[in-house]
């Protein structure tokens, strides 16, 4: 019988009285080639690809257990490994360019490494395919990619390939999302006894907020009760704090019985055919963002009468130790038609975006002038409209006064 040689490694397999004076030699060869089956290590250039070789009775580079690929690569590669061998392989994918690299076989499927992943990975040929292990070690691999869940020793927490942490039912406890180019994260960080716990915002920025967001009209709740958030904010400002102005002033305030036991009105008139006035201060809150701010007027009228009435609101911020005696900004009006019954409530529409003049800053007086502007084509409500009160509508950015 003549010599023949093994599938996958290609050992010479010696017959029966054959290879006199040759024998020794044969031997040490086949046991360099275990060798390096077992524990041999090779740098492989793939700079276009390569077909690892397996040479009959010689140690050859794809017989090797441990391949680091190298290169700088311009397009994607593939390593071949020759069909029907059988063979554990551990590979450093260490080429250079972003392209993917996929160790296959001649005829069938392989392992892929993205186009960014120089990790390591376990793979082996079934003489068919090339299959990953997944046996890679975190440690050596810095962007880790799980095929699978990761269970935590039947603790109920696994991560899975959706960025998400999941309990033993695959319902999700935690998703994480990626930010490009993050530089801010949450820590969060345990405590001793009698201490609390914290979440906090860490990262490059010096200043940085940490965002809770709820879902549709949910709330942020702190152990069931809604926490005060910053955003948009009301101020009601009733007819008994406006004051009728020196000149062109509506109505002083006055109060109107409709039913006795009933709800009394008390309330300012503006005339049905000249524009009158009547001004109101506010202090807004530190927690203002100084930006612009809308309004609704609440007013009734005793009349069926159904036209339209225009108000107007129109505003400036002084300071501290800064002239009151200054011009109001530009006014912004409203138009709301009364109901055609007699002393019943209107409510207007909120109104547009109106800036308050006097570059507004923080802590400084807010001055309002309220007005009817019914000389104006479009107000068309023939008698007095009583004014009840207006709701100002203003937007903060901080959760508190501090």
């Known amino acids: 019988m003549a010599n023949s040689t093994s599938a996958s490694l290609k050992l010479t397999v010696q017959a029966t009285g054959e290879n006199s004076g040759t024998w020794g030699q044969i031997t040490n060869t086949n046991l360099l080639i275990l060798e390096q089956a077992i524990g041999g290590y090779q740098s492989i250039a793939v700079t276009s690809g390569a077909t690892l070789t397996f040479t009959n009775g010689a140690v050859s580079n794809g017989k090797n257990q441990i391949l680091k690929l190298t290169g700088t690569i311009v397009g994607a590669i ?36 993205a186009a960014t992943d120089k990790g390591i990975k376990e793979v082996y040929s079934d003489g068919t395919n090339i299959v990953d292990t997944a046996f890679t070690k975190l440690s050596s691999d810095y962007t880790p990619q799980l095929s699978a869940d990761l269970d935590c020793n039947a603790q109920d927490i696994i991560i899975d390939s959706g960025n998400s942490i999941q309990d033993d039912s695959n319902n999700e406890y935690i998703k994480f999302v990626k930010t490009g180019s993050a530089v801010n994260e949450i820590t ?8 609390e716990p914290s979440i906090s915002a860490t990262g490059d920025d010096t200043d940085i907020s940490l965002d809770l967001i709820p879902k549709g009209t949910g709330q942020v709740t702190s152990n069931g009760v809604a926490m005060g958030v910053s955003g948009k904010e009301t101020i009601w ?8 102005t020196t000149t062109a002033g509506a109505n002083a305030i006055a109060l109107t019985e409709l039913t006795a036991g009933t709800p009394e009105i008390n ?33 009734t009228g005793n009349s069926t009468n159904t036209g339209d009435c225009i108000w107007g609101l129109k505003g400036v911020a002084i300071a501290n ?15 709301d038609a009364h109901t055609g019954t007699a002393d019943f409530l209107d409510v207007s529409s909120e109104s547009t975006a109106m800036t308050i003049a006097g570059s507004p800053a923080a802590g400084e007086q807010c001055f309002f002038n309220f007005y009817r502007d019914a000389d104006a084509g479009g107000d068309t409500f023939t008698a007095d409209a009583r004014l009840v009160g207006i709701k100002l509508h203003f937007t903060t950015n901080a959760p508190n006064d501090a």
């Open 267 to 299: 309330t300012i008139d503006f005339d049905a055919a000249t524009e009158e006035n009547a001004q109101f201060t506010v202090a807004l809150p530190k927690s203002w963002n100084l930006g612009t701010v809308t309004y609704q007027v609440f007013w």
């Open 237 to 244: 400002v009733p007819a008994t704090t406006m004051y009728p």
């Open 321 to 335: 130790g800064a002239d009151i005696d200054t011009a109001f900004g530009t006014a912004i009006t409203v138009t």
């Open 188 to 195: 969060i960080t345990n405590q001793i006894s009698d201490s």
């Open 78 to 113: 593939n390593v071949v490994v020759p069909d029907s061998v059988e063979k554990t392989y551990i590979i450093q994918n260490s080429t250079t360019g972003a392209h993917a690299v996929t160790v296959k076989t001649t005829s069938g499927t392989g392992v892929a490494w």
